[in-house]
């Protein structure tokens, strides 16, 4: 998928909405549990229930791994079900050695073929450019995350900036807006217009909206640029809106109230 | 495992050798490829041929998640094939948010029941917390990484202190040498010593050595402590010894090769 494809996307749908489906089988409906393939029922129902209102899906892949191979087999399930309009993000936070990074990369732009992953930077250059190789492919580079631990190493000061700015201003010379994001987070709203001058034109994925308390609003104000350049992501606010049969529409119904915020917003 | 049985095995066997399986379907032997789960006959094969030389095995989880789901029953069938004397690393570089971090703990210590598993320091303590709560695993951090990227921001200086000292004397308060390693790469001899003074106690995993180009002498002088301390890993100098039918030979004498010298230093 293109940059031109995604925002103009975002602005026929007027939502930059990412739906998270960071899905548990123990946090599904109790009804669906008894079912076959419970957990691609529920994703699927998910997907169907809030596809109108995000242009993004994020599947965190760690909840499916903990699953072992069962869950990978659900992850490619989940992945054909949503919808070839919209922006599918493995978010593995994956980096290594190049060598291994370029089987990583492999594994998300090939084999499951997802649009974007997300990469640590700790490692440096050879761990990002394997990824980074890939045509119509993006790579959302972790820079200022939205959990409290953020503050033990991101906000150190390297000279006269913090880390996660040296990093983001240093990766993003090793890419372009084509094939490069930044993952900023939404608890950290004060901190994306400082980041904005950093990377004007970059797409920033912002989790941390919604369960882990971000501003929408505050998010937006700084983050938006001249061709939107954010992607909001909401998981557990959304696919765990409802706990009985109906819990789709609930999904649906929270997806939407972000999706006429963020049409405020555009 | 515990602390006391790894160094146990390793006084036993004279080595700290561990072997990567870092298999890629297209290296390996010609004939192996053409039958059935050529991927498992391999390692299966360069496990029995090691075994007696090494004290642990590393998987690197890209070469299989390369391959998808069948890469995650690969991992499964290949950890279950090596004995259980043996420390089981799962070189899988993961870190998130604690909620699915845990998710991660949850997929390589109980789905798949490695004894360890690298982590990515860079989110901070939420993300490294939920491995370091299982009692008898090892949640193995990167410190200062082998690959020439570690130049751009491992050694940025935060303070005093170059960013990976920070990270290793900060994480190291976190934990014990009872759950706590760190990835050290050979080709950093030459700071081995200094990360010594660090973490007098912690066992160093030390990949590098052979392909990669670091000197075992040089990490074994610098690492040795008074239980070991050290586990030094080869991967494609070993596994890829020989491309012919009599590979595992190869593989063996390589790793004999290794324990040879290890036997030596300790």
Redesign the interface.
């Known amino acids: 998928m293109t940059l031109e494809q995604i925002t103009q996307h975002i602005l026929s749908k007027k939502s930059y909405l990412c739906v998270g489906l ?1 899905t ?1 089988f123990s946090k599904i409906p109790v009804h669906l549990q008894q079912q076959p393939n419970a957990v691609v029922a529920f994703n699927k129902a998910i997907i169907d229930a809030t596809k109108d209102y995000c242009v993004a899906y994020k599947i ?1 892949t ?2 499916y ?9 659900i992850m ?1 399930e989940t992945l054909h079900h949503i919808p070839s309009t919209h922006f599918k993000i493995a ?1 593995a ?9 370029a ?2 990369a ?3 732009f ?3 073929p997802f649009d974007a992953i997300t990469v ?9 450019k394997p990824f980074l190789e890939y045509k119509n492919k993006f790579t959302i580079v ?1 820079g200022l ?10 906000m ?4 006269e900036k913090y ?1 996660y700015e ?2 983001i201003e ?1 990766i993003a010379g090793w890419g372009s807006q084509e094939n490069l994001m930044f993952v900023v987070g939404a608890t950290q709203a004060n901190q994306i217009a400082s980041i904005r001058n950093i990377i004007p034109n970059n797409f920033l994925l912002v989790p941390g909206v919604g369960f ?1 308390g971000g501003s929408l609003k505050e998010v937006s104000a700084a983050g938006l640029n001249s061709h939107v350049g954010l992607l909001v992501n909401a998981s557990r606010a959304i696919i765990y809106a409802g706990e009985k049969e109906n819990f789709a529409e609930d999904a649906s119904e929270i997806a939407k109230q972000y999706q006429v915020e963020m049409a405020g917003y555009l």
Chains 1, 2 share one sequence.
């Open positions: 960071d548990e965190n760690a909840f791994e903990a699953m072992g191979a069962k869950g990978w087999q490619e978010d936070k994956r980096g290594d050695i190049g060598n291994t990074s089987q990583y492999k594994a998300f090939e084999t499951i640590a930077p700790y490692m440096g250059e050879d761990s990002i972790l995350t939205s959990n409290k631990g953020a503050n033990d190493f991101e150190l000061k390297t000279g880390l040296n990093i240093t882990q």
